[in-house]
């Protein structure tokens, strides 16, 4: 039996952009399946995310914080700067309606995807200093995040800032705390590795949760507002994730950083925690401005699926330059 989770947890970990969008077109298609996935049941499916990601961090993962903290802090100032400027700057570009804008805005404020230490593995990045940046960010979310929505947003909507930090305490901190104790206390214990295992799969079964929740919640209003509507958030994702990956890239290279540094800096810039977004915007701009969680949907599965693109693509530029 725990070959078998094990062995599914690397067919997902390894196909989670193929898995994800099944689940997005699976739930375009049928959108009462993940109707469930609303309020209190999407913040913990949400917080089991960040508590696997807990469950990834280890001392020495901290002590990389105190040993390199000048790339810990331009990486970390690239996230809660590029992302969310470029967020405000695509909807003045766009010209887009009130609802859409928070939702871009939102996916511009959070901290770095808790993916980004996968695809950073896999196109030979630094692992160690992506784990770091998505440490530092996660733990400034809880400050940073409400104050840049307060200052990006608050031209067009009311912003709870008080509300919204306790929630993104309690939906990563607290997780990924449990999580790294955990792992401290029981590092050591069969029983405990043999389960942590087989937490990347439960992770992404978790985020395709999320996505498929969050369609369905949107779905009528999709419907309702036509194609049209679609393709233009998608457009507005797209350039907000792709613009995220050169200008991180580009800002590795301003200060002379390794290849491998580059790579990862890029990855952790230009993909955003949506999932944390997304329950932002269902929590607190639902019923007042209920598209504002549609960007953050569609960021959701994209960040998966462009981030393993990506990473793809540096795997084969490194395999072209061997041959």
């Known amino acids: 039996m725990l070959k078998s989770l094990q062995r599914l947890s690397q067919i997902l970990s390894t196909y989670t952009s193929a898995f994800i969008i099944a689940i997005a077109i699976l739930t375009l298609l049928v959108p009462e399946m993940f109707l469930w996935v609303r309020g209190y049941t999407q913040t913990i ?17 901290f002590k990389i914080l105190a040993s390199r903290p000048m790339d810990i802090i331009i990486g970390t100032l690239a996230q809660f700067t590029v992302m969310p400027f470029m967020a405000y700057s695509l909807t003045v570009i766009f010209d887009l309606p009130v609802d859409l804008s928070i939702g871009i805005i939102l996916v511009g404020c959070c901290p770095g995807g808790v993916s980004s230490n996968i695809m950073s593995y896999l196109c030979k990045g630094d692992v160690a200093f992506s784990i770091g940046m998505t440490t530092v960010s996660t733990l400034l979310a809880p400050f940073v995040t409400p104050v840049l929505v307060l200052l990006l947003a608050d031209q067009t909507v009311n912003v709870d800032t008080y509300g919204m930090f306790l929630n993104i305490l309690i939906v990563t901190i607290i997780p990924v705390g449990i999580g790294f104790l955990l792992n401290y206390l029981l590092k050591d214990n069969k029983g405990f ?12 079964i978790c985020l395709a949760c999320i996505v498929g929740g969050v369609i369905s919640a949107v779905h009528g209003s999709l419907i309702s507002n036509g194609i049209t509507l679609f393709f233009l958030t998608f457009a507005v994702v797209f350039c907000h994730n792709t613009f995220g990956y050169l200008l991180g890239f580009s800002i590795g290279k301003l200060f002379h950083f390794s290849t491998a540094k580059c790579r990862t800096i890029s990855i952790e810039v230009g993909m955003q925690n949506a999932g944390l977004a997304t329950n932002l915007a269902s929590t607190f701009f639902m019923y007042t401005n209920p598209l504002s969680i549609v960007p953050c949907a569609i960021s959701c599965a994209w960040h998966s699926i462009s981030g393993t693109i990506l990473a793809g693509l540096f795997a084969k530029y490194d395999k072209k330059r061997k041959n």
């Open 193 to 204: 590795l043999n389960v942590r295992s087989t937490m990347p799969g439960l992770s992404v």
């Open 45 to 61: 499916i949400l917080g089991i995310i960040m508590l696997t990601m807990g469950l990834t961090l280890t001392t020495s993962d």
